[in-house]
T-cell receptor, first 113, second 113 residues
Framework: NAGVTQTPKFQVLKTGQSMTLQCAQDMNHNSMYWYRQDPGMGLRLIYYSASEGTTDKGEVPNGYNVSRLNKREFSLRLESAAPSQTSVYFCASRQGSTNEKLFFGSGTQLSVL | AQSVTQPDIHITVSEGASLELRCNYS??????LFWYVQSPGQGLQLLLK??????LVQGIKGFEAEFKRSQSSFNLRKPSVHWSDAAEYFC???????????FGAGTQVVVTP
């Protein structure tokens, strides 16, 4: 049972390049989330998907797009990377009810030069 | 708006000593609160959660937290710290029924011999 799997683990981009961060969960969870973690700011929600076929903006959605490809997969896309998007990105999932804990992926360290 | 504040950015504690991490929340009703821990190079792990009922919540790894409505606090405690407790700790509040979470800025705990 892999849980939440994120790829890649590390990535370096040049300003203006695009890329997609992949996330997949094998726990049949309904809700999935993308967070970014920056020093002194904790984790901030970028986008979330409460259920298959739905996506909503979180706290810091600008510069990102997401796709809930199916129940398992929730991808995060940077269309034109900027240095301000240098961060550690975490994908998470949960069954959907409020008393269910979040399961986190191991993170993607992204550097934009 | 719902939010959590962790006043201490960094705490140093001796191994075997007690530890208390502060968390204050802002929320109109009874909040759903969590503490997560992130060990170096690791993902996030749920320590404990509070939804209702007993205000003293027991978690994993010997941690406990006490919900105090009068003080709008949810402080995390451990009676005797182990070197493996060196990590970053996040206080988290649930902000809506879809499972959106608001993370505090985090408290970095350093354990000295």
């Amino acid at each position: 049972n892999a849980g939440v799997t994120q790829t890649p683990k590390f990535q370096v981009l040049k300003t203006g390049q695009s890329m997609t961060l992949q996330c997949a969960q094998d726990m049949n969870h309904n809700s999935m989330y993308w967070y970014r973690q920056d020093p002194g700011m904790g984790l901030r929600l970028i986008y979330y998907s409460a259920s298959e076929g739905t996506t909503d903006k979180g706290e810091v959605p600008n510069g990102y797009n997401v796709s809930r490809l199916n129940k398992r997969e929730f991808s995060l896309r940077l269309e034109s990377a900027a240095p301000s998007q240098t961060s550690v990105y975490f994908c998470a999932s949960r069954q959907g009810s409020t008393n269910e804990k979040l399961f986190f992926g191991s993170g993607t360290q992204l550097s934009v030069l | 708006a719902q939010s959590v504040t962790q006043p201490d950015i960094h705490i140093t504690v001796s191994e075997g000593a007690s530890l208390e991490l502060r968390c204050n929340y802002s929320y109109g009703a009874t909040p759903y609160l969590f503490w997560y821990v992130q060990s170096p190079g690791q993902g996030l792990q749920l320590l404990l959660k509070y939804f209702s009922g007993d205000t003293l919540v027991q978690g994993i790894k010997g941690f406990e937290a006490e919900f105090k409505r009068s003080q709008s606090s949810f402080n995390l405690r451990k009676p005797s710290v182990h070197w493996s407790d060196a990590a970053e700790y996040f206080c988290v509040i649930l902000t809506d029924s879809w499972g959106k979470l608001q993370f505090g800025a985090g408290t970095q705990v350093v354990v000295t011999p």
